[in-house]
């Protein structure tokens, strides 16, 4: 039975990728040797993270603009540490907008103060807050661009002459931004890109050495950047494995093409959740995230019969996370629209027996 997988992450990536990722595990580029036993430093694998690092400023458009892509550890989660670390020297300004960047907000306050400018915690983050400022004397501002527990994506982002730092976990290469808009991005892998276990950080240079702390090498983008992302032993699956899912990506019209595809799906699903009396969203519908549809059952009587429906037609990963409940659609770029239709299709079909 074909596999439907909604899952939020790590998720759905294409089949071709898979395909290449597992001819390499036995022999990579014809060398004889696994893509898991190469030296990190063979010319092999340096010219895949060369490769990696080019093409995801290409397809960001922030190619020689000054940026540099790095594909560190420790999860976005280590970056809630380490741009703080890095760029907050008195003061930072954060927007709140789910559970990560109330762990961002979190990790910074061990380096200064924060002002959180906004937050939506009110309504169990169901929204995105607007009409807020960002202070005049803020190192950078913070944001999370999407929200996968919630269901909410920032669609208008703040005009700052502050350094704009933003977590675009799970909507990285999903929808066109003008990307030169930030200074700092980062982005576990395991959504978009490619599976768990490498982080892209795409940084600014000029942001950088403006803290009078001393900062661990470890910690210092800096390093990083110098070391060409090399300083320590990579994560090189990972890596690999995200450089097949960036050149997938370009090789299927870039990121104009993802929003595309993505748009449509998210179409088709928020459709039937406004039209289905037996369903009711959780986002508000202005923030809607076309990546994580977040939505409950008006009568969680059905939810037995509902549940069974759709595990027994092959959806995977489609239960709510514990803090909204309900259901949750993770729409990355690599799941079909043929899989959102098979949950519409079962959203009708719950309709017709109750």
């Known amino acids: 039975m074909k596999k ?28 004889g040797l696994s893509i898991l036993e190469i030296s990190h430093r063979s ?24 940026y540099k892509a790095l594909f560190l550890q420790g999860g976005a989660s280590m970056q809630f540490l ?14 709140n907008t789910g559970t ?11 380096f200064g103060e924060v002002v959180e400018v906004a937050s939506s915690k ?8 607007k009409s807020f400022s960002v202070p005049d004397d803020a190192d950078y501002f913070h944001c999370t661009s999407n929200n996968t527990i919630f269901g909410t994506q920032i669609k208008d982002f703040p005009v700052t002459s502050k350094p704009m730092v933003c977590d675009m976990s799970s909507d990285i290469f999903s929808r066109e931004l ?30 950088l050495g403006k803290v009078s702390r001393a900062i661990p090498s470890m910690m210092d983008y800096s390093v990083h950047i110098g070391k060409d992302s090399m300083f320590n032993t990579p994560s090189v699956y990972a890596v690999y494995v995200s450089l097949l899912t960036l050149r997938w990506i370009k090789a299927n019209g870039g990121i104009k093409a993802m929003q595309e595809r993505n748009d449509k799906k998210a179409e088709v699903i928020y459709a039937e959740i406004d039209r289905n009396p037996l369903f009711k969203g959780f986002a508000a519908r202005e923030d809607r995230s076309p990546m994580n549809a977040t939505f409950n059952l008006t009568d969680d009587s059905h939810k037995e019969q509902f549940d069974k429906m759709w595990k027994e037609a092959g959806v995977n990963g489609l239960n709510g996370h514990r803090s909204v409940g309900g259901y949750r659609a993770s729409m990355y770029n690599a799941l079909p629209l043929e899989s959102v239709q098979v949950v519409v299709d079962l959203m009708k079909e719950l309709e017709r027996k109750v």
């Open 4 to 31: 439907h997988n909604f899952s939020a992450g790590p998720c759905i990536l294409p089949q071709e990728v898979f395909q290449e990722a597992s001819q390499a595990i036995l022999d990579f580029d014809n060398s």
């Open 43 to 66: 010319p092999a694998f340096v010219a895949v993270m060369e490769e990696a690092r080019s093409l995801a400023l290409e397809l960001l458009g922030l190619k020689d603009k000054g």
């Open 82 to 95: 380490m741009a703080a670390y890095n760029l907050l020297e008195k003061k930072a300004a954060y927007l």
């Open 100 to 110: 990560w960047s109330t762990k961002a907000i979190k990790e910074a306050k061990l």
């Open 122 to 129: 009110d309504q169990n983050f169901n929204y995105i807050p």
């Open 178 to 207: 003008n990307f030169s808009n930030f200074d700092l991005i980062y982005a576990g892998a395991q959504k978009n890109m490619g599976p768990a276990g490498t982080t892209l950080v795409v940084v600014k240079e000029e942001i």
